[in-house]
Nanobody, 118 residues
Framework: QVQLVESGGGLVQAGGSLRLSCAASGTIFSIFSLRTVGWYRQPPGKQRELVATITSAYSTDYADSVKGRFIISRDNAKNTVYLQMNRLKPEDTAVYYC?????????WGKGTLVTVSS
């Protein structure tokens, strides 16, 4: 059983920055470093979409809409994945969800709200 807890969301003006964190706990301690983790988001009234992922080999992938602005990273010693969000835009407003893939099973956090004002 994996628990993912996000933090760091909030209200920010356009052009500003936020850093999201996601801490994993449960039966994950010995395998977090081996798993692909990432971030998805769900804008108001829209479907959930991929933001960024990072593999165990630190290979990263980003949605086109955030390339060059967002940076995903991980700290395996802390079982934590981060999302540094820069030059935020109003269209980045969404609930951001942490995601982990293990054994073909998707695990999700409860989400953290990011609101970008214009």
């Amino acid at each position: 059983q994996v628990q993912l807890v996000e933090s760091g969301g909030g209200l920010v003006q356009a052009g500003g920055s936020l850093r999201l964190s996601c801490a994993a706990s449960g039966t994950i301690f010995s395998i977090f470093s081996l798993r692909t983790v990432g971030w998805y988001r769900q804008p108001p009234g829209k479907q959930r979409e991929l933001v960024a992922t990072i593999t165990s080999a630190y290979s990263t992938d980003y949605a086109d809409s955030v390339k060059g602005r967002f940076i995903i990273s991980r700290d395996n010693a802390k079982n934590t994945v981060y999302l540094q969000m820069n030059r935020l835009k109003p269209e980045d407003t969404a609930v951001y969800y942490c995601w982990l893939l293990s054994g073909g099973i998707n695990s999700w956090g409860k989400g953290t709200l990011v609101t970008v004002s214009s």
